[in-house]
């Protein structure tokens, strides 16, 4: 039976980032991240999209903020070996932020001493700190995610999402995400597409099993250690179970200003 999870303050804190334009600020620095990570993808598992469920995932995420298809083309050759590029090394690194919330990054790099160091810095001047492989990765839970407009009606949605193999439907402030199984993540995807379903967005994910409600200065502490994180080249995604709500969060961007990149 499908239910409804709570909403995250990550969800949320993503959400009014993007209400005030911050990705499109943004938008060369996240064309650099896809385009390593295609490269990464198609090295891995070779440059046929439709053979490589992990490169289709990253070229739809990258195509969904119009990176043009010369780069997403250029990328796959850089992987593959046709055309010459760096060398990229994959890391997972785990961490705590204030108040003791989980964080875990996926992260790409050309320098791991460099960039562990950098990192390192990050969270200590955030009030937080790097920890040991494995400190808060039982937190997670590996999930796939299907992001799909509120003007879909929720029942017949969550209908279509049964039939089609999901595991729950979450009420976010503005979509309705459907959760799935690793495993199952491109065949939800099939089912829903044939029924004429398909979703604004959609990623594999890091789902937190339980959050840390934070408020004041460590609400606003972690806010300052997850923006620095994002905006570090290295730093492809970036995972966390805080929970602060909507109106605490909304009320510490506007005292930053107009956008939370300030």
Same mark, same amino acid.
């Given at each position: 039976?499908?239910?409804?999870?709570?909403?995250? #303050?990550?969800?949320?804190?993503?959400?009014?980032?993007?209400?005030?334009?911050?990705?499109?600020?943004?938008? #060369?620095?996240?064309?650099?991240?896809?385009?390593?990570?295609?490269?990464?993808?198609?090295?891995?598992?070779?440059? @046929?999209?439709?053979?490589?469920?992990?490169l289709?995932?990253?070229?739809?995420?990258?195509?969904? /903020?119009?990176?043009?298809?010369?780069?997403?083309?250029r990328?796959?050759?850089?992987?593959?070996?046709?055309?010459?590029?760096?060398? =990229?090394?994959?890391?997972? =690194?785990?961490? =705590?932020?204030? #108040?003791?919330?989980?964080?875990?990054l996926? /992260?790409?790099?050309d320098?791991?001493?460099?960039?562990?160091?950098?990192?390192?810095?990050?969270?200590?001047?955030?009030?937080?700190?790097?920890?040991?492989t494995?400190?808060?990765?039982? /937190?997670?839970?590996?999930?796939?995610?299907?992001?799909?407009?509120?003007?879909?009606?929720?029942?017949?949605?969550?209908?279509?999402?049964? @039939?089609?193999?999901?595991?729950?439907?979450?009420?976010?402030?503005?979509?309705?995400?459907?959760?799935?199984?690793?495993?199952?993540?491109?065949? /939800?995807?099939?089912?829903?597409?044939?029924?004429?379903?398909?979703?604004?967005?959609?990623?594999?994910?890091?789902?937190?099993?339980?959050?840390?409600?934070?408020?004041?200065?460590?609400?606003?502490?972690?806010l300052?250690?997850?923006?620095a994180?994002?905006?570090?080249?290295?730093?492809?995604?970036? =995972?966390?179970?805080?929970?602060?709500?909507?109106?605490?969060?909304?009320?510490?961007?506007?005292?930053?200003?107009?956008?939370?990149?300030?």
């Amino acid at each position: 039976m499908l239910g409804h999870g709570a909403m995250s #303050g990550h969800s949320k804190w993503a959400t009014i980032k993007r209400k005030k334009g911050a990705e499109d600020a943004k938008r #060369g620095k996240m064309f650099t991240k896809f385009i390593r990570e295609i490269a990464v993808a198609a090295k891995g598992g070779g440059g @046929d999209p439709n053979a490589n469920p992990r490169l289709r995932t990253v070229i739809e995420k990258a195509r969904a /903020v119009n990176m043009p298809q010369d780069n997403i083309i250029r990328a796959i050759k850089r992987g593959t070996g046709e055309l010459e590029g760096v060398h =990229y090394e994959e890391h997972t =690194y785990e961490g =705590y932020g204030p #108040g003791g919330a989980a964080v875990i990054l996926d /992260v790409l790099t050309d320098n791991r001493n460099r960039t562990l160091s950098e990192v390192r810095n990050l969270f200590s001047k955030n009030g937080g700190n790097l920890g040991e492989t494995g400190c808060v990765s039982w /937190v997670f839970k590996k999930k796939g995610v299907l992001h799909f407009d509120k003007s879909l009606g929720e029942d017949q949605l969550m209908e279509a999402a049964l @039939d089609a193999g999901a595991e729950d439907i979450r009420n976010e402030e503005d979509t309705w995400d459907i959760l799935t199984s690793p495993e199952t993540f491109e065949t /939800v995807k099939k089912n829903l597409a044939e029924k004429k379903l398909s979703p604004a967005s959609s990623e594999l994910t890091l789902d937190a099993q339980n959050t840390v409600k934070l408020i004041g200065a460590d609400a606003e502490r972690m806010l300052r250690l997850m923006e620095a994180l994002e905006d570090h080249d290295d730093i492809q995604n970036v =995972y966390s179970n805080f929970d602060i709500q909507k109106e605490e969060m909304e009320r510490i961007m506007q005292d930053k200003g107009s956008s939370p990149e300030k």
